[in-house]
């Protein structure tokens, strides 16, 4: 059975990267939450996926200008704060499995840190789109759980994932074909599939053997796979903070 991740949460449902957005994607039943990372200018984890809060908070400026106090002064979404690695980190243990991006320079050694500090290695896959930057993860240990971020892998990418010692790759839904998860799964990699949001969409990455499909709309995904979860939470708006669909 395919595994369902909840892209920054449910990001065509509820504002992305917020703690109400990972409580959603948990209640609905998926396997794995998604969250990017980056350092405020006072080196703390916060969990936000661009560079700038301009798109999806009340501020604006880069985010490696703003202290922590600020980014939390601002409004993310529904009166939802910024959260902090610590916070998203308890809000999944024993709830589900936490698919960490690495976005902001420098970012590795905090997120690590954190990650170990809260006793959750084995809970926790750190994923990026630069294999430096996942070497430098595997230089803080042999135990840590990684992933490449490859939209559209060249057999060179997929020797690098294995050479890292990855659990997978993650490939654009769009550039997925029999042929790369075939591969893949020679070399022992898991294929992750982001961000088929359409059921037609989504079905047809099942018909390619992926393992996992990482999607803004995992509500969708799950009602169809007969896997969806009773809950009462209502989506108050449809993307809240504009689309997120198609990029990582």
């Known amino acids: ?25 948990i209640a609905l039943g998926v396997d794995y939450v998604e ?16 560079a700038t809060v301009d798109r999806t908070t009340s501020g604006k ?22 959260p902090t690695l610590d916070e998203v980190l308890e809000e999944v243990h024993e709830q589900a499995h936490l698919l960490i991006e690495l976005k902001g320079l420098g970012v590795e050694e905090a997120a690590v840190e954190v990650v170990k500090a809260h006793g959750m290695v084995d809970d926790v896959t750190f994923s990026s789109f630069s294999l430096d930057r996942l070497a430098a993860v ?6 840590l759980r990684l992933r490449a971020i490859l939209p559209n892998p060249s057999d060179f990418e997929l020797a690098c994932a294995v050479e890292l010692k990855a659990v997978g790759i993650d490939i654009r839904f769009s550039h997925a074909s029999l042929h790369l998860v075939e591969s893949a799964h020679r070399k022992g990699l898991e ?9 037609h969409e989504q079905m047809a990455m099942i018909a390619l053997g992926v393992d996992g499909i990482s999607s803004n709309r995992p509500d969708m995904l799950l009602e169809k796979l007969g896997r969806k979860a009773p809950t009462t939470i209502v989506p108050e708006a449809e993307d809240p903070t504009g689309s997120a669909s198609g990029t990582e």
Not at 18 to 25: C, H, P, Q
Not at 138 to 143: D, N, V, W
């Open 1 to 25: 059975m395919v595994y369902v991740v909840g892209h920054r949460g449910a990001a065509a449902v509820m504002p992305e990267n917020t703690l109400k957005g990972f409580r959603y994607a």
């Open 35 to 50: 969250c990017d990372v980056h350092l405020s200018r006072d080196r703390r984890p916060v969990v936000i996926h661009d």
């Open 61 to 82: 400026g880069a985010l490696r200008d703003l202290t922590f106090a600020r980014i939390r002064s601002l409004d993310a979404g529904q009166g939802e704060l910024v």
């Open 138 to 143: 595997r230089a803080m240990g042999s135990e």
């Open 191 to 199: 294929v992750l599939a982001w961000n088929p949001d359409s059921w």
